[in-house]
């Protein structure tokens, strides 16, 4: 059995081998020219303009941040904000023991204590409660107002604590003798 093939001697090999490698690379540069000929966008394409790099170099504190000037004289919040913030995740569900709001026998219980020592026990911590509820940021009389306020949600009748007076300026720098 003979077999029959187009190439019969080492030159007509070298030439196959040769075409075949041309047409190959030459389907790979048209290819290349067909990918890069039009001008793609995508994802990051635009990395390295000016206002890409601005936001990238922006510091993180500018990033929807509130600043506070820590000199300035501090505004009390309401005892339901206080509650809002610090008191409702344990007290609106009565976790770790804690009286639920509108729970009248359980904060009738507390509240014959006395004001003052429950307003203690909140400041201070009282078994699994941390002192301010856990927001040492808190102003004795926000707490105190938050104590109120559940309280009284809860039939008690007590009386919001008022803000304490501004302290007094300092006095002002005397003037030099001449």
């Not at 093939?5 to 080492?10: A, G, L, N, Q, V």
């Not at 505004?75 to 913030?85: F, K, N």
């Not at 400041?123 to 107002?145: C, I, Q, S, T, Y």
Request: aromatic letters at 4%; charged letters at 20%; glycine letters at 10%.
């Amino acid at each position: 059995m003979s077999h029959d093939s187009p190439i019969r001697t080492p030159k007509q090999l070298a030439a196959a081998v040769i075409g075949f490698f041309a047409v190959t690379i030459l389907g790979i540069i048209l290819l290349v020219q067909y990918v890069t000929n039009t001008k793609l966008t995508g994802a990051g394409s635009e990395g390295q303009t000016s206002q890409a790099v601005e936001a990238r170099l922006r510091p993180v504190a500018d990033a929807g941040y509130t600043l506070k000037d820590a000199n300035a004289p501090k505004v009390l919040q309401s005892g339901e904000a206080i509650y809002t913030s610090t008191c409702q995740a344990c007290h609106g569900t009565g976790a770790a023991g804690a009286p639920k709001v509108g729970d009248s026998a359980a904060w009738g219980a507390r509240l014959a204590q006395g004001e003052a020592t429950v307003i203690k026990h909140a400041l201070e911590g009282l078994k699994a409660m941390p002192a301010k509820g856990g927001n040492p940021d808190l102003d004795d009389v926000e707490v105190a107002r938050a104590v109120v306020y559940m309280a009284n949600k809860s039939g008690g009748k007590l009386k919001e604590p008022a803000a304490p007076a501004p302290a007094a300026a300092p006095a002002a720098a005397e003037a030099p003798k001449s």
